[in-house]
Structure formats: structure tokens, C-alpha cells
């Protein structure tokens, strides 16, 4: 199952997704200039062979809801996503307000 919503954080709008699959969830939560997503973001591939692209992403591993995302602390992140101030260890939905 799909479900597609969107979220207001500090009043900004953004979109989450999460789509339901055998024995896990995949989620994400973006808006036009970046996302956070679950662990099945290959940040490493982002950084390296898709680098000319300047994604702007964070990596947050053991959640299993958007709520979680959003308050778990990032795992990995793009290089272009630092070049933005985001930190690895920072908040979810405190490295989407820096996607503004």
C-alpha cells in the first residue's frame, strides 16, 4: 500500500510517503529541494556516481513510521546536503528546515 501525505513543519509544507512492502516500509519525507528517507537511501551512490545531480538527502536507519524519521538523528548524508548545513547526527526535521 501507498500512502502519500502532506505535513506542515514549522509551517513549511512538505510531502511524506510510505510505501508498504513485504517485512518493511519504505519511507521518505521532501519537497522540492531535498528529502530525508529511510535506510534504504544508498547515500554513497548519491555522492559518487550521481554527484553531478547535487542531491540534497539524509539517510535515518531503524525507523519504521514518519514520526520516527523525523526525529531520529541522520545516519549519512550527501555531500550537497552539508554544503547546506545539514550534520550527520542532526534531527530529521531539522535538517528538512534547511532544505527551505
Avoid: W
Avoid at 544508498?42 to 520516527?68: C, F, M
Amino acid at each position: 500500500m501507498l500512502e502519500m501525505n502532506p505535513i506542515l513543519i514549522e509551517g513549511h509544507p512538505f510531502t511524506a510517503v510510505t510505501l508498504r512492502l513485504p517485512k518493511t516500509n519504505f519511507m521518505a519525507v521532501f519537497n522540492e529541494n531535498g528529502y530525508i528517507m529511510c535506510g534504504a537511501l544508498d547515500v554513497a551512490l548519491l555522492n559518487e556516481k550521481l554527484a553531478d545531480r547535487k542531491i540534497i538527502a539524509g539517510r535515518a536507519v531503524g525507523v519504521r513510521t514518519i514520526e520516527q524519521l523525523l526525529d531520529a538523528p541522520l545516519e549519512s548524508i550527501t555531500l550537497e546536503a552539508k554544503e547546506k548545513g545539514i550534520e550527520v547526527g542532526m534531527q530529521g526535521r531539522k535538517a528538512l528546515l534547511k532544505m527551505l
